[in-house]
């Protein structure tokens, strides 16, 4: 039996009282053989994209579990206790690191915990451009300023939450970042399984071959986009990476209020502001848009696209992959460019035959009580 995390425990009974008053469903996803599925070295992916690269790249030696759905939001959960279980007994804990979970922050630096993210090269962002949309009628005593760098927001899903600090945590929007985390995760399961490795390079190199033909294709897609019209509207800042690697200038509409009704001379200057910026479609992170997103394109006349962006994990039963395919699709053709949706889904398949390589799968779900 492998030796299990020791360095887990104090942290886990810290963070054990941030699950307080959260009463819900978690899924727990487990992969590997059945029969040996106690003796396997026990790895715990705590995202969903960690969770899809892990099951991918691993052999069927391994049991991978999963601390959340792809779809699940890694801001805000808390810790149920099947979870601080799994923490405990887990050989190996993968996170993303820079804030990207905060309920695991404190797990960065405990033994044999990695921060796949933080443990990278990454390529430095520009600031992303603050539209300059604030009221300054501040004698007045509104709320109703609309500057992205101000981080007041009325929608209640977590608009806030992307505030990450110095790194954007969504590294993964960048398909190079994501070879990164591939090599990563195949360097730490070898560590785990050194038996493995001749196998565990294998099918790292597959996978690093299915996402480089991704990149690929990603630059075909976005070639079809009107270069004048490559503009990411969007509430938050969750698509630097993206926009950096595929040429997109990218502007967060972070803080606009609609808890007031907008001044003539406001909404003039937003108008304004997103006509010089060339936007002509605004993109939501969420189904449906929050309602903030929804003021400003009624009021600037600009649209928003048909189809939500999916930012910090996975689309419901969705690989890594399948995400990608779809947020570029959804912006090639928001941005009135022509995505190949037959030759992404290709790749989609190309990317489910490899991680479908041997693994059996549960589902279990846990009723959490706090």
């Given at each position: 039996m492998m030796q299990r995390l020791t360095g887990f425990t104090l942290a886990v009974v810290v963070l054990g009282g941030l699950a307080a008053g959260c009463g819900r469903l978690q899924s727990l996803r487990s992969s590997g053989p059945a029969g040996a599925e106690a003796d396997n070295p026990q790895v715990l992916a705590a995202d969903g994209v960690l969770c899809d690269l892990t099951r991918t790249l691993a052999t069927s030696s391994f049991t991978v579990h999963c601390l959340?759905?792809?779809?699940?939001?890694?801001?805000?959960?808390?810790?149920?206790?099947?979870?601080?279980?799994?923490?405990?007994?887990?050989?190996?804990?993968?996170?993303?690191?820079?804030?990207?979970?905060?309920?695991?922050?404190?797990?960065?630096?405990?033994?044999?915990?990695?921060?796949?993210?933080?443990?990278?090269?990454?390529?430095?962002?520009?600031?992303?451009?603050?539209?300059?949309?604030a009221d300054h009628h501040d004698d007045h005593g509104h709320d109703d300023h609309h500057e992205l760098s101000n981080g007041h927001?009325?929608?209640?899903?977590?608009?806030?939450?992307?505030?990450?600090?110095?790194?954007?945590?969504?590294?993964?929007?960048?398909?190079?970042?994501?070879?990164?985390?591939?090599?990563?995760?195949?360097?730490?399961?070898?560590?785990?399984?050194?038996?493995?490795?001749?196998?565990?390079?294998?099918?790292?190199?597959?996978a690093i071959a299915v996402l480089k033909d991704m990149d690929a294709w990603a630059e075909q897609q976005v070639e079809t986009i009107p270069s004048q019209q490559r503009v990411l509207a969007s509430r938050h800042k969750a698509f630097g990476y993206y926009a950096q690697r595929y040429g997109f200038r990218e502007l967060a509409l972070k803080g606009f209020s609609t808890t007031e009704a907008v001044r003539p001379a406001v909404l003039a200057d937003l108008r304004r502001e997103l006509a010089e910026a060339n936007v002509v479609v605004l993109f939501s992170e969420q189904d449906p848009p929050g309602q903030s997103l929804q003021v400003i394109s009624q009021q600037s006349g600009i649209p928003l696209s048909p189809r939500h962006l999916i930012a910090d994990g996975l689309g419901a039963g969705q690989s890594t992959v399948e995400t990608f395919v779809g947020n570029t699709c959804t912006i090639t053709n928001g941005l009135q460019g022509q995505c190949d949706e037959a030759a992404g889904e290709d790749l989609s398949s190309r990317w489910r035959v490899l991680a479908d390589h041997g693994h059996s799968t549960a589902d279990a779900a846990t009723n959490t009580e706090g």
């Amino acid at each position: 039996m492998m030796q299990r995390l020791t360095g887990f425990t104090l942290a886990v009974v810290v963070l054990g009282g941030l699950a307080a008053g959260c009463g819900r469903l978690q899924s727990l996803r487990s992969s590997g053989p059945a029969g040996a599925e106690a003796d396997n070295p026990q790895v715990l992916a705590a995202d969903g994209v960690l969770c899809d690269l892990t099951r991918t790249l691993a052999t069927s030696s391994f049991t991978v579990h999963c601390l959340l759905a792809g779809e699940e939001d890694p801001h805000t959960f808390s810790l149920s206790p099947e979870q601080r279980r799994r923490l405990e007994q887990s050989d190996l804990v993968l996170i993303n690191g820079h804030g990207l979970t905060p309920v695991l922050a404190t797990l960065a630096e405990a033994e044999r915990a990695v921060a796949v993210a933080e443990a990278i090269e990454l390529p430095s962002l520009e600031e992303t451009d603050p539209l300059p949309m604030a009221d300054h009628h501040d004698d007045h005593g509104h709320d109703d300023h609309h500057e992205l760098s101000n981080g007041h927001s009325p929608d209640p899903h977590h608009d806030d939450h992307h505030d990450h600090g110095d790194v954007d945590p969504h590294v993964w929007h960048h398909p190079e970042n994501t070879q990164a985390m591939a090599m990563v995760v195949t360097e730490e399961l070898t560590r785990l399984a050194p038996e493995d490795a001749t196998a565990l390079r294998m099918l790292n190199q597959e996978a690093i071959a299915v996402l480089k033909d991704m990149d690929a294709w990603a630059e075909q897609q976005v070639e079809t986009i009107p270069s004048q019209q490559r503009v990411l509207a969007s509430r938050h800042k969750a698509f630097g990476y993206y926009a950096q690697r595929y040429g997109f200038r990218e502007l967060a509409l972070k803080g606009f209020s609609t808890t007031e009704a907008v001044r003539p001379a406001v909404l003039a200057d937003l108008r304004r502001e997103l006509a010089e910026a060339n936007v002509v479609v605004l993109f939501s992170e969420q189904d449906p848009p929050g309602q903030s997103l929804q003021v400003i394109s009624q009021q600037s006349g600009i649209p928003l696209s048909p189809r939500h962006l999916i930012a910090d994990g996975l689309g419901a039963g969705q690989s890594t992959v399948e995400t990608f395919v779809g947020n570029t699709c959804t912006i090639t053709n928001g941005l009135q460019g022509q995505c190949d949706e037959a030759a992404g889904e290709d790749l989609s398949s190309r990317w489910r035959v490899l991680a479908d390589h041997g693994h059996s799968t549960a589902d279990a779900a846990t009723n959490t009580e706090g």
